[in-house]
């Protein structure tokens, strides 16, 4: 899955600057300053390698701060599952990999999948048909049908 960011020009107070964007929807993208990462280091296998990097990436995100729909947030937190904190986050936390940018991409791919979940649109209500008129009449038939079969079965009666 690839991460599509986009590129917005934003005025501060006295210069321009670029601020990235991570598409979600065509609707819904979330600002990078919304996504908080901190990298720490990951436990089991590495070598000594593993005691002295951190690469390991926790990625925090609030829905609320940065304005999600309602919706989207309470299904979010549905998806999310225990990754959804007490304080309305969601914690990722990713050491897949050996690297600190691969773990780092893997974590926004998972932000987004789970956001791209919560935004979907809700399944249709089904609504239960009934069946036709010749439908129930050949099932009637094929009912007799089957009886009739089965009381042939009985005793022969000798008269």
């Known amino acids: 899955m690839l991460l599509h960011l986009e590129?917005?020009?934003v005025k501060t107070q006295s210069e321009s600057m670029a601020e990235t964007f991570l598409k979600i929807t065509n609707t819904?993208?979330?600002?990078?300053s919304d996504i908080e990462e901190r990298f720490v280091q990951a436990g089991g296998p590495g070598g000594q390698a593993v005691n002295k990097l951190s690469t390991a990436v926790q990625l925090r995100f609030n829905p609320r701060d940065a304005g999600m729909p309602e919706r989207v947030i309470v299904n979010a937190e549905r998806i999310a599952g225990s990754r959804w904190t007490q304080d309305g986050n969601i914690l990722l936390q990713v050491t897949n990999h050996r690297s600190r940018e691969r773990n780092r991409i893997e974590a926004?791919?998972?932000l987004v999948e789970i956001l791209k979940k919560a935004s979907a649109p809700p399944p249709k209500k089904r609504r239960p048909t009934r069946p036709s008129l010749t439908a129930r009449k050949k099932r009637m038939d094929s009912k007799t049908k089957r009886g009739s079969v089965k009381k042939l079965r009985g005793r022969v009666s000798s008269d």
């Open 7 to 9: 590129t917005k020009p």
């Open 28 to 32: 819904i993208s979330i600002s990078e």
């Open 108 to 110: 926004r791919e998972r």
